[in-house]
């Protein structure tokens, strides 16, 4: 027994190990990302609905640090802004695949050529599926323009057609790291976390003999992945200490790559906002581009590609198991400064919902239970949304309870309404 706890702690200390510089560097250039690229270049060039709006489209969304619940309101944004619906659909694909943090972390556990190959299979797979949408899915465009007129306000940060006036450069440096190290880390920290301690289970519970049964099976190997990555929510970071996991007690390289690109951009709850907001049509195509290219890509590795070059991060990993030891000084800072920013950022979290339930307790506040909200974006477009409502004064929403305070002489049906609109549903507390 105790032998399995040691080798389990020495498996998701050797993963952190491994991820957490490159996690961190990522994290620093979404910063970055955030500071400093104007914010309306996201949907300037987004509105002729022809092949290089959708090119374009699943270009910007491939360095975004934007998760599948926050990329929806996003779209619905740019699609109110003129953003053609193939070129949404586009964004919709590529960005929750990738990341600039989840792109340095694949290279950090599964090497450089799973580091270039991820974001070129988002890129062509996001193509594919706006081309389909806007060949076969035009009478969905009244749907998702619906969608668009319906809540007034952009839904997202990352759509704001003005820039904030009169900030430094120190000013902007310094929100960009905030929003890097604090409401990235909120965000993505449960789901990195739930990722390498089932990783580390993987490796040191589940027997070799079972994937590597299945090992010459390859296209089983991804129907397998595509069942079980379909459904759940893994985020684009999360889903790669699990892929390399798997890899190592025999998963193939193809059907690794399925599941780093199917458990980020398909999951339950996303697929039924999907299919309110952007068509039914649009949902069945999304899925056949994301399933499609999914396969396609890992057919390719499987079989056309040198499999020596996919097989260096679990191999590393699985012969490093048993050697905790072998984590040296600036290893062990990184995972210092690494938990400590991520412990910061839940407790950062904590504070904030004691505090507005601390100052809402003794007033005159409307509260409405808000379901679905993941993250920050989420937060931030409920907030948007609800404060687009006639009468409404104040809104402040609390993300780790799911509640949002209201102040104001408002409707409360179209309050539950605007919030709808944008995928989320919302719901008068007593």
């Known amino acids: ?53 959708v090119v374009k489209a699943a270009a910007l969304g491939i360095p975004l640090p934007l998760c599948s619940c926050g990329v ?11 953003a053609s619906h193939g070129a949404c659909t586009s964004f919709l694909i590529a960005t929750p695949q990738t990341g600039v943090d989840s792109i340095t972390a694949t290279y950090s556990l ?21 081309w389909l949408v806007n060949r076969y899915a035009r009478e969905d465009e009244a749907v998702s323009a ?16 003005e820039e904030p006036i009169g900030e430094t450069f120190f000013e902007k440096f310094r929100n960009g790291m905030h929003y890097a190290f604090v409401e990235m880390l909120q965000d993505v920290g449960k789901w990195l976390v739930i990722g390498l301690l089932i990783a580390a289970l993987i490796t040191v519970a589940v027997p070799n003999e079972w994937l590597a049964a299945l090992h010459e099976y390859k296209l089983l190997n991804m129907v397998i992945v595509l069942a079980v990555a379909v459904p759940m929510y893994v985020c684009a970071t999360g889903s790669i200490p699990i892929a390399v996991s798997l890899m190592a007690k025999g998963l193939t390289p193809g059907a690794a790559l399925v599941l780093l690109m ?11 906002v999907i299919g309110k907001v952007f068509g039914k049509r649009t949902l069945k195509l999304y899925l ?5 290219g999914a396969i396609g890509f890992g057919l390719c590795i499987d079989y056309l590609l040198p499999q020596h070059l996919f097989q260096m991060g679990s191999m590393t990993m699985m012969s490093d198991v048993h050697c905790g030891h072998c984590v040296g000084f600036w290893q062990w800072l990184w995972i210092v400064l690494f938990v400590g920013l991520l412990i910061n950022a839940f407790f950062s979290r904590w504070h904030d919902s004691r505090k507005l339930t601390k100052d809402h307790a003794e007033q005159s506040v409307c509260q409405y239970k808000v379901d679905g909200m ?5 937060k931030a477009n409920v907030e948007k949304a609800i404060g687009s409502v006639p009468g409404v004064e104040t809104v402040e ?16 049906a179209l309050l539950v309404e605007a919030v709808g609109n944008i995928g989320f549903e919302a719901s008068p507390m007593s």
């Open 146 to 161: 619906e969608a668009s007129r319906s809540h007034e306000q952009d839904c997202s940060d990352d759509c704001e057609t």
């Open 374 to 378: 993941a993250c920050n974006h989420c």
């Open 288 to 292: 056949l581009a994301i399933i499609t």
């Open 1 to 53: 027994m105790w032998n399995y706890i040691e080798h389990y702690g020495n498996a998701l200390l050797l993963m952190l190990a491994e991820m957490a510089p490159y996690l961190l560097l990522g994290f620093f250039f979404a910063g970055l990302l955030r500071a400093f690229v104007p914010k309306g270049v996201y949907r300037r060039h987004l509105a002729p609905r022809n092949m290089k709006s």
């Open 72 to 82: 929806i309101p996003t779209s619905v944004g740019l699609r109110r802004e003129g």
């Open 262 to 272: 199917a458990g980020p951009a398909v999951n339950s709850a996303s697929m039924l």
């Open 110 to 130: 599964m090497g450089l050529p799973f580091a270039i190959v991820r974001p070129i299979a988002a890129l062509f797979t996001a193509m594919f599926g706006g």
């Open 397 to 412: 929403v609390d993300l780790a309870k799911g509640i949002a305070y209201v102040t104001g002489r408002h409707d409360a």
